[in-house]
């Protein structure tokens, strides 16, 4: 079961802590990956909830939504957690997108502690929303060009930051898709 903890714009380390009972197994922190709240607001990250969970015996788990494998800031977008950071502020389990700030193909990705991501693997449902292969192997290639150094330009890419407007229907030449025109959005940077 789900617990709730603090209100919509403010939640401390404390409120955390006096939610924690006798049947509490883990403490969840969940990036606003897709909003941000502002003015009078304020939450803790998992560097201050990974301590408070390990000190009761829980582990520490952080949804950070967009899946950001690199500092996206290098590229001119707002600071993301990524999962390596999530996992040095002590982070037993992190969950993160495969698509979005990755560039990669639509799929979750479960990293973190073994004592805990292979119960996930092992449990009987899993199978019903495991990836198939062909997502497996494109996840392997995005995955593979961030090893070589080169796959922040695809997460790049694909959040693309500063244009004023985008548009669809523009001329191709010589792509072969359809009547001359384009299908992917354009986005022409200061336009």
Request: positive net charge.
């Given at each position: 079961m789900l617990r709730e903890v603090g209100t919509t714009n403010r939640t401390s380390v404390n409120d955390y802590a006096e939610a924690i009972g006798p049947e509490t197994v883990a403490i969840m922190h969940?990036?606003?990956?897709?909003?941000?709240?502002?003015?009078?607001s304020d939450t803790p990250g998992i560097d201050l909830l990974a301590p408070l969970a390990h000190e009761h015996g829980l582990v520490a788990i952080d949804d950070i939504g967009s899946g950001a494998m690199v500092d996206v800031a290098q590229f001119g977008l707002p600071a993301e957690p990524t999962f390596a950071e999530s996992l040095a502020a002590g982070a037993d389990v992190v969950l993160g997108s495969g698509d979005k700030l990755l560039?990669?193909?639509?799929a979750g990705i479960i990293l973190g502690k073994s004592q805990y991501v292979e119960p996930i693997r092992q449990f009987p449902l899993a199978r019903a929303v495991r990836v198939g292969k062909l997502t497996l192997a494109a996840l392997a290639a995005t995955l593979d060009a961030y090893r070589r150094g080169g796959g922040h330009r695809r997460g790049a890419r694909a959040e693309t930051a500063g244009c004023d407007r985008k548009r669809t229907g523009g001329p191709c030449r010589g792509t072969g898709r359809g009547p001359g025109r384009c299908r992917e959005p354009v986005c022409r940077r200061g336009s």
């Open positions: 969940v990036h606003t990956s897709n909003y941000k709240v502002v003015g009078f560039g990669g193909p639509q």
